[in-house]
Antibody, heavy 124, light 113 residues
Framework: EVQLLESGGGLAQPGGSLRLSCVAS????????MSWVRQAPEKGLEWVSA????????YYADAVEGRFTISRDNSKNTLTLHMTSLRAEDTAVYYC?????????????????WGQGTLVTVSS | DIVMTQSPDSLAVSLGERATINCKSS????????????LAWYQQKPGQPPKLLVY???TRESGVPDRFSGSGSGTDFSLTISSLQAEDVAVYYC?????????FGQGTKVEIK
């Protein structure tokens, strides 16, 4: 069974930093590019970032480019999102998401597995 | 970017009746080389992550009830719930994966009339 477990959310001050993690199990982690998708309170889904299977390629939404860094450690089946220069508009539940087909690239994809999410609140 | 626009924003349907949600992309998401539309549908219930219902515009995900069906091609798509059940109350999203960034529609809230 595919499982994705996010952690690391919490309260951060504007301009501050947080590091989110997602531990994956139940599938060959390195065979999949992985993504982060977020959802602001009472709002829709917003794709944030993707990383290729071996971590050599990354892609970011314009809203987070230059502030967020996605990375992965395949030896630990862990996906990470390092968030800096946080803004109030970054407040959201952050989901780790797996593509519906095995591809090590960062090509756009649909997502067949999602974690439960971790809440990030940016406020003074 | 390919922008996705759903309609309506919300709809209320009686139990057992049909519910139809529309999704329009700002440009075609059909790859002519394989004749596939790169469009997915998700269901999200309160406090839960999204659940994949349909991909390639009309392929139902394993385990999804057959009252859910996707249709359309190119730029215009629909998700139909043939006979609404109480457990179908949720927000539904379309998403294109033709190109990065893989954007979602704004969501359509389905309620019981």
């Amino acid at each position: 069974e595919v499982q994705l477990l996010e952690s690391g959310g919490g309260l951060a001050q504007p301009g501050g930093s947080l590091r989110l993690s997602c531990v994956a199990s139940g599938f060959s982690f390195s065979s999949y590019g992985m993504s982060w998708v977020r959802q602001a309170p009472e709002k829709g889904l917003e794709w944030v970032s993707a990383i290729s299977g071996f971590g050599e390629s990354t892609y970011y939404a314009d809203a987070v480019e230059g502030r967020f860094t996605i990375s992965r450690d395949n030896s630990k089946n862990t996906l990470t999102l390092h968030m800096t220069s946080l803004r109030a508009e970054d407040t959201a539940v952050y989901y780790c998401a797996r593509p519906g087909f095995a591809s090590r690239s960062v090509e756009a994809c649909y997502f067949d597995s999602w974690g439960q999410g971790t809440l990030v609140t940016v406020s003074s | 970017d390919i922008v996705m626009t759903q309609s309506p924003d919300s709809l209320a349907v009686s139990l057992g009746e049909r519910a139809t949600i529309n999704c329009k992309s700002s440009q075609s998401v059909l790859y002519t080389s394989n004749n596939k539309s790169y469009l997915a549908w998700y269901q999200q219930k309160p406090g839960q992550p999204p659940k994949l219902l349909v991909y390639w515009a009309s392929t139902r995900e394993s385990g999804v009830p057959d009252r859910f069906s996707g249709s359309g091609s190119g730029t215009d798509f629909s998700l139909t719930i043939s006979s609404l059940q109480a457990e179908d109350v949720a927000v539904y999203y379309c998403q294109q994966y033709y190109t990065n960034p893989p954007l979602f529609g704004q969501g359509t809230k389905v309620e019981i009339k």
